[in-house]
């Protein structure tokens, strides 16, 4: 009857669990890394100033307050290391993305279409790499890219090659190399959406007089956009973000942001400046998110 | 078993409920001729052929797995028959895909395209087939106002009433202006008095339009208010078609008398023949006279099928010269339950001879001070023409 017998204590608590998540597990190390972002390098332990001592009074507080300053971000937008960092991470995201969707699509249909008992097989062949560390099954591509490596040993004895191809440190084994790890995060939901799908609409559709390909285009693939998006987004997000792939894949021309604040972190020890480049990859995040989420809401609550 | 029945005795009488569709056309709109269809080992729908004519509202009736909606669904396209043709206007239509077929479909579901506006879903099929957009704006507008959906044209299907989803589906069904509709289960979603209403209106669109109507159902009632045919079906065949009327007052098996409304049954075995009479003695020792029916029994071994509400009950029997000139059949027995359903009471009579025998009485008056009560002795009777006799 009123709303308060439904949420008991149990239930109340469950609604607030994934707040309580959030403020713990993102929050706050969101707060600890903006505040490092704020402040400035030094040779310490901790290597930055200004640090908050609760005890040691109201007057120190604000005093170390006022030492906060935005520097590093005018650092980051007046420096060209970083504008090319995210550019390029942004560039290869999207180019990662749609290799993505090309490749995992089809799949994803077909798996939707396969005999149902069928379907949980090939579910398990698209989780099986995920059985094994991701960091060998990477370094296992070193090895079969490598100049005397499987790939170029097929390609020679196929004689598409008349000498070995140059594969590593190339963006081309990087992209290989995103691909091949983020394709089940675009295949999975993809699949989830379409293997959903009511049989009935095609049949509709057909009925109405579509052929094959027009029933694809004007029902299938408007119905399965929820999915396109989720994956798109899956994949999208972390490929910004990603290090490890290009540090071992790519050539070291030019950066992934996230290699740039690694680098910055561990080679240059100025944790403030890679504070400032996280909480900016951070912000630049957000707009896809929010336009996600409002395509989400467009497409299944029609109702308003 | 396919064939047309013919009237029962007495049309003049009969005729009324159902105007029965003009015979005299030359060619049937829609000719299946011995089509069958497998799934693996199960034979869903076996070398069935049925005539359907224009004009007509058809019923395929049938229980959950009797190969009426495969039928329906290869006369749409969405199964191909294993062997047989379907014939539309003389064309064989049977390997041609779904989308080249001059039918449409209103589906169980309604299988509406979600992400589509009413005015779209109705729009969709005249896009496909290459209109004019003009035309089909007129075209939507009146499909629109013929479902009276007006004013709703914007809204997606997910805000609509089942109601109103059930007529956006016959709306997109009608635009492109099938030769002929399939209806699947086109009323299985909504609630009783929707449905009912519904009925009427369906019928009154079918008239209006003259469009030729195939509904699938399990519903009897539905089946039988709304068709001018009913083709039972039963295991992938025909058992019988013919008018609601014939189906329910001559039905020609025992399958058919039991699956369409409620009936008793005797049986036995005919013991000799008067004019225009059988004599039937039944299993459990009794005897009944039946009316000698128009096609001659072959077979000795009988079912005896009456329905409840031609059985009649009486504190006192029927003069006993009508017992003995065979006009009337006179049985003792006691009620054992009274079930009140409103306009009708049903008594359920447990003769002296141990058969169970069910007498329906409408309710014509409100109190009804000599109403029969469990364990009360009666007679039960009821006239050699109320009976079907029905080969076992």
């Known amino acids: ?304 | 078993m396919t064939e047309e029945s013919p009237d029962i005795d007495a049309p003049a009488a009969l005729a009324g409920s159902a105007p029965p569709v003009d015979a005299s056309a030359d060619l049937p709109l829609l000719r299946i001729e011995g089509v069958g269809k497998k799934f693996g080992a199960f034979r869903a729908v076996d070398r069935l052929s049925l005539d359907i004519r224009e004009g007509e509202f058809f019923a395929l009736l049938g229980p959950s797995g009797c190969g009426k909606t495969t039928l329906l669904r290869m006369l749409a396209g969405f199964e191909t028959p294993d062997e047989g043709r379907i014939l539309l206007g003389g064309r064989d239509i049977a390997p041609m895909p779904p989308h080249q077929r001059p039918v449409n479909m209103m589906f169980q579901n309604y299988a509406l395209f979600p992400h589509l506006s009413v005015r779209d879903n109705i729009a969709f099929g005249l896009r496909r087939a290459g209109m004019a957009r003009a035309a089909i704006d007129i075209r939507v507008a009146e499909m629109v106002a013929l479902v009276k959906l007006d004013g709703l044209e914007k809204r997606k299907p997910d805000q609509l009433s089942g109601g109103q989803k059930q007529r956006v589906a016959l709306a997109r069904a009608l635009a492109r202006r099938p030769q002929v509709l399939l209806l699947d289960e086109p009323l299985a979603a909504l609630d009783k008095k929707l449905r009912e209403s519904t009925q009427l209106e369906l019928m009154a669109l079918q008239r209006r339009l003259g469009m030729t109507f195939i509904i699938v159902t399990h519903d009897q009632e539905e089946a039988m208010t709304m068709a001018n045919r009913i083709g039972v079906m039963d295991a992938g065949r025909l058992e019988q078609v013919a008018t609601p009327r014939n189906l329910y007052e001559a039905p020609h098996s025992r399958w058919v008398a039991e699956f369409i409304g409620d009936v008793n049954l005797f049986d036995g075995e005919i013991a000799s023949r008067d004019p225009h009479r059988l004599i039937v003695s039944t299993r459990d020792g009794g005897t009944i006279v039946v009316a000698e029916p128009r096609q001659p029994v072959g077979k000795t071994a009988v079912s005896i099928a009456i329905r409840p509400e031609k059985v009649k009950l009486s504190r006192r029997g029927p003069a006993l010269d009508a017992i003995d000139s065979h006009a009337i059949n006179r049985l003792e027995g006691v009620v054992t339950d009274v079930s009140y359903l409103g306009g009708l009471t049903v008594y359920q009579v447990k003769l002296d001879s141990g058969a169970m025998v069910r007498s329906s009485m409408a309710n014509t008056v409100r109190i009804d001070i000599d109403a029969y009560s469990a364990g009360q002795r009666v007679v039960v009777w009821f006239t050699p023409d109320d009976c079907v006799v029905l080969e076992q």
């Not at chain 1, 650092?75 to 290391?81: A, I, Q, R």
């Not at chain 1, 939901?189 to 094959?212: F, H």
Request: hydrophobic share 60%; with cysteine.
């Open chain 1, 1 to 304: 009857m009123s709303a308060r017998s439904i949420f008991a204590r149990p239930a109340r608590f469950a609604a607030v669990a994934p707040y309580l998540w959030m403020v713990l597990f993102f929050l706050v190390p969101f707060g600890f890394v903006l505040k490092i972002s704020l402040s400035q390098t030094a040779i310490a332990q901790p290597p930055y100033v200004p640090l908050f001592n609760l005890t040691a009074g109201w007057d120190a507080i604000v005093a170390a307050l006022k030492q906060l300053s935005l520097d590093n971000f005018r650092l980051l937008v007046s420096d060209n290391l970083y504008i090319t960092s995210y550019l390029r991470s942004f560039v290869v995201a999207v180019t990662s993305t749609l290799i993505l969707l090309l490749i995992g699509y089809p799949v994803a249909y077909g798996m939707a279409r396969l005999p149902q008992r069928w379907q949980a097989f090939a579910m398990m062949l698209v989780i099986v790499p995920f059985w094994t560390s991701f960091l060998i099954r990477i370094y296992a591509w070193i090895n079969i890219l490598q100049h005397d490596g499987l790939l170029n040993k097929v390609l020679l004895a196929l004689h598409l090659v008349a000498t070995p191809v140059v594969w590593l440190s190339t963006d081309s084994a990087m992209y290989i190399g995103i691909v091949y790890s983020y394709l089940p995060f675009m295949i999975l939901p993809l699949y989830a959406t379409l293997v959903r799908m009511d049989p009935s609409q095609l049949e509709a559709a057909a009925d109405l007089g579509a052929s094959p390909r027009q029933a694809f285009w004007l029902v299938t693939f408007p119905l399965s956009l929820p999915g396109v998006g989720a994956g798109a987004l899956l994949c999208f997000i972390p490929i910004v973000g990603e290090f490890v792939i290009p540090d071992l894949l790519a050539g070291s021309a030019s950066m992934m942001i996230g290699q740039t604040l690694w680098l910055e972190f561990f080679a240059n020890k100025d944790w403030p400046v890679a504070s400032a480049v996280a909480v900016a990859l951070l912000v630049l995040l957000v707009p896809p998110l929010l336009l996600y989420d409002r395509l989400q809401r467009r497409t299944l609550g029609g109702a308003g």
